[in-house]
């Protein structure tokens, strides 16, 4: 056998799927005789695309358009984490003024009680007196009152926590779609963050 004749072939054999592998950022892996295709550059991927998982490979055209929905629902629903938790800390904060409201009221009643026994001709005068040493520190609105800062208790700030972990979870996980560079993915993130925010940031907006 002549090596010297066997030693070119064989080497330009073995030189061939090397070339081939680095010639391209996109991979193919081959799962029960189908392949799933994974492109780290910008692509256009539809059928045969794979995401997070084997198990999230496109087979079809029609399960590619249901994963698009499935993209912006994801992305609408980070939205409305959002703005459940806004409205959560509006609910408890407006919790804590309705209390300190409750409880200034009724101070100032038996206030006006006192008053009224001790001098029944400065009871107009004293009915307009707010007792600012019941609650120290910010103003509370017209009525003059007052209350102190406001600071979530443990239960609360558990509540809090909490949603904030699962909108840090639905987050991330949109990045790692985004990370595939898919033409149809990215623009259906962008179509979820409009339809989210148009829906659930339409509210009050402060004017100082």
Known sequence: MDMASASP??????????????????MDMGMGGSSCKISMLWNWNTVDACFISSSWHITSRGMFAGSCIGVILLVVSLEFLRRLGREYDRYIVGQFKYQNITATSAQENASMSSSSEGNTNNHGKNFARVDESATGGTDFGSRGLKAAPFRPNVFQQMIRAALHMVQFGVAYFIMLLAMYYNGYFIICILIGAFIGAFVFSWEQVATR
């Open 9 to 26: 072939a064989s080497t330009a054999g073995m030189a061939m799927p090397s070339t081939t592998g680095t010639s391209s950022m996109d």
